[in-house]
């Protein structure tokens, strides 16, 4: 199925002002949204101060791109790079706030809800990852970015390698976590055993997130979305990536989906300088328990 043109026109829709729940289901603000009645009653000056500070979502808007609908969040943070984070299939930013935070703390951070993610419409026609891309890279300039480093997680990570290699002198930097589809194993009945196995080892709350997750998102997303992620080569995409850049793989030691092997051989193929970073005791959601790690892979590849 053919996905919709996209249009390079944009069109800012506020949302209402009313609070989301965050990755371990505690309210998160909406943009300017109050602690406090004392802090509401603080002066303007001393309120934006406030909302400004590195690791607060400051604003919440959705952005409509031609028939399709995303959200953005932004962070602020000290100048340079901007950190984009696109989550995975059927999930939403909620639960990469956590990594949003310590990234705030090096740079101003857009988090992510691509169409059908929490409330938000599906879109008209099911999108193929490159034009999942390709929406991601409207959003990102029609935000003012000039400067970005992509994190994407799952299929999140394939978006980001396709945008890099439709536009490699405009994407350069990345970390890719657990970046899916194994090549050898690219059948749905053997990713959703290895995602059962990769489970047993994560949290009961990162479980449980994931659960809310889907059940917010539209069942289009089961019927349409999961065979684009199987039938994506990502091994082929990012053997067209730049040469002057840098990418950082991260898996979970129990990841069986995406494996040590698999990690490698896109190491290998991949056109820009990358290095795999493999975190003990992790699995495929290694970014919600050890978002450390993810941070400072990041914080690698944006340095100059």
Partial sequence: MTGPVLSPHTVRVEPPATASEGPDGAA?????????????????????ARRSAPGRVREVAVRRVGEVFVRELRMPGPPGPVFVLVHGAGLSSRYLLPLARRLA???QVLLLDLPASRGLPAPPAVLSVPEQAELVHQVVAASGVREAVLVGHSMGAQVVVAAMARRPETYDRAVLVGPPVNARERRLGRQVLRYVQSAVHEPSRVVRLAARAYLATTTRWLVDVVPVMLAYRIEDAIARLSPHGRVVIVRGEHDTLVPADWCETLARRSGAPTEVVTVPGAAHTVLVDHPDVVAAAARAVAAP
């Fill in 28 to 48: 998160e603000e909406p943009a300017g949204a109050t602690d406090s009645p004392a802090a509401a009653a603080e002066p303007p000056a001393a309120d934006e």
């Fill in 105 to 107: 703390a090096h740079g």
